[in-house]
């Protein structure tokens, strides 16, 4: 017997600032099917996403047929890819270096009031999200304040929030960014519990990484959904840009007026009586690659917000970046013209109304949008990277007007568009699919061939350059280990002093 029909699209037509997305797309799901969403960035899958949610005007039919019998919400929950959030005041205009401002912070909710709104809003109780918050690692954040949390750790407040409502259809949208490899198989599990008990998924990824409940997948192409099978999609190979990487790029860095970039003595960083740095020693080498990781919260976004001189408390330790300690008279603008930066974070708070060439040039001085005249040189250069990304068609588009994956590809190009001596990338991939992911991170093992020192952070090892070197692991805000990374392969060996 045929399952009732759950969704049923037809003829959907979408733009997106006047051009076509999604082009007489049809799609039906039924009843107990969970469809993994997946495909090259900038198709349309978040596009169609927000459209079965009515959160985006389309053209075409879209029909939702929830179940009567079922004690569950009878309505469909998008949870976006990351977590815009507002002030007490209702205000959203916050800025990368805020989170360490203590008056901010007086001004955001916490994770508690935030949970209770939403409890209240959707009439839950508070003591069901409880299991929740415990499997995925969060129930100690809840007097954290919005803006005091990670990347990975937003992430987690969105999901808490979603498998607390069980509603009967719930799509994620890129619901692993930023979750450690512990988090995501916790996420996984909570998910299979979930559909067990009426809810139906519709997840859009590219990892490998999947709940065993996911039974159908589906790609968008040429602006048509075209079901695909599991084999199919393992075996996809990717053709990447013969585009080289610019010239300039290739040049040779600065001479290093030091031998070591980074050194930490016995650095402690607390937030009243919460301590989220421990003693920590490290010494970071010119021209070495380093992979930092830890489970989300074990320290890492305070540790590199201590390198690219963010945090007011490296004034307080015995640390020392480029060969001098900090507080001895050099500016912070001094410090970030030596250092490429990308994170989640100055992704969030980076300025929406900038175009793509503004944000790329934007690099060189290290400002959220362009306030000045470059000159020949440095527009010649942006031109380079923006031709290496295959941005062309969007140079003079807002980066608000862009799909999530062509954003960060335009934020990787200022990145590195000065040729800094110390690379820091920050889970620099988030939303790029896997061919993008792997033409940057070759520009990334040319570079680092170059004498770029490099700290990159990343979960999944899938998306890892060749070039890294080193490992160093936090836990709990203390160093738990540092290690060699075996060549051509991602197995570490205790680093012997």
Not at 147 to 175: F, N, T, Y
Not at 362 to 379: A, E, H, I, Q, V
Not at 413 to 438: A, H, S, V, W
Request: charged letters at 20%.
């Amino acid at each position: 017997m045929s399952q009732p029909v759950v969704v049923h699209i037809k003829n959907l037509n979408l733009k997106y600032r006047h051009t076509p997305v999604l082009k007489d797309l049809c799609w039906t799901i039924k009843r107990h099917e969970n469809w993994l969403l997946c495909g090259a960035s900038g198709t349309g899958k978040t596009s169609l996403a927000k459209a079965i949610a009515g959160l985006t005007h389309s053209y075409g039919n879209i029909e939702c047929h929830f179940n009567p019998h079922s004690s569950l919400p009878a309505m469909v929950y998008y949870v976006a890819n990351w977590f815009q959030f507002k002030d007490l005041e209702g205000q959203s205009n916050f800025y990368y270096q805020q989170r360490y401002n203590k008056q901010a912070v007086e001004t955001v909710a916490t994770v508690q009031a935030e949970l209770e709104s939403f409890g209240k809003q959707y009439g839950l109780n508070l003591d069901d999200a409880e299991p929740i918050l415990t499997a995925l690692g969060f129930a100690a954040l809840k007097p954290a304040t919005l803006i005091q949390l990670s990347s990975g750790e937003h992430k987690k407040l969105q999901l808490v929030k979603a498998l607390w409502l069980r509603p009967q259809l719930l799509i994620l949208d890129l619901p692993y960014n930023g979750l450690d490899a512990a988090s995501r198989g916790n996420l996984n599990s909570l998910l299979e519990e979930i559909t067990e008990a009426g809810t139906q998924l519709i997840l859009i990824s590219n990892e490998a990484e999947l709940p065993a409940c996911i039974d159908r997948i589906a790609e968008i192409r040429e602006g048509r959904l075209v079901e695909i099978d599991a084999d199919e999609r393992s075996h996809a190979e990717f053709e990447l840009s013969g585009r080289p990487v610019p010239a300039f790029l290739h040049e040779s860095l600065n001479a290093v007026q030091t031998a070591s970039l980074i050194k930490m003595i016995d650095v402690n960083i607390s937030y009243g009586e919460k301590q989220v740095l421990k003693n920590i020693n490290w010494e970071v080498k010119a021209g070495e690659k380093w992979l930092l990781q830890g489970h989300n919260g074990s320290g890492k976004s305070t540790l590199l917000s201590l390198i690219c001189g963010d945090h007011p408390q490296a004034y307080a330790n015995n640390f020392h970046l480029f060969g001098n300690k900090r507080g001895s008279g050099e500016s912070i603008w001094e410090i970030k013209e030596r250092i490429g930066l990308i994170s989640p974070e100055l992704h969030w708070y980076f300025d929406p109304s900038a175009t793509v060439w503004q944000s790329i040039v934007s690099g060189f001085y290290d400002s959220s949008g362009l306030f000045c005249d470059p000159g020949y040189t440095k527009k010649a250069q942006a031109d380079e990277l923006i031709g290496y990304f295959g941005l062309e068609e969007y140079k003079d588009t807002l980066m608000n007007e862009l799909p999530l994956g062509k954003q960060r590809l335009a934020l990787l190009g200022r990145t590195i568009i000065k040729n800094p001596e110390l690379l820091i990338l920050d889970e620099p991939c988030q939303g790029l699919d896997q061919q993008q992911t792997q033409q940057f991170n070759r520009m990334v093992d040319e570079l680092c061939g170059n004498g770029t020192t490099l700290i990159y952070v990343g979960h999944f090892e899938s998306q890892l350059p060749a070039c890294l070197e080193k490992r160093i692991l936090l836990e709990n805000g203390a160093v738990k280990s540092v290690e060699i990374i075996l060549e051509n392969t991602y197995d570490y060996v205790t680093r012997s002093e």
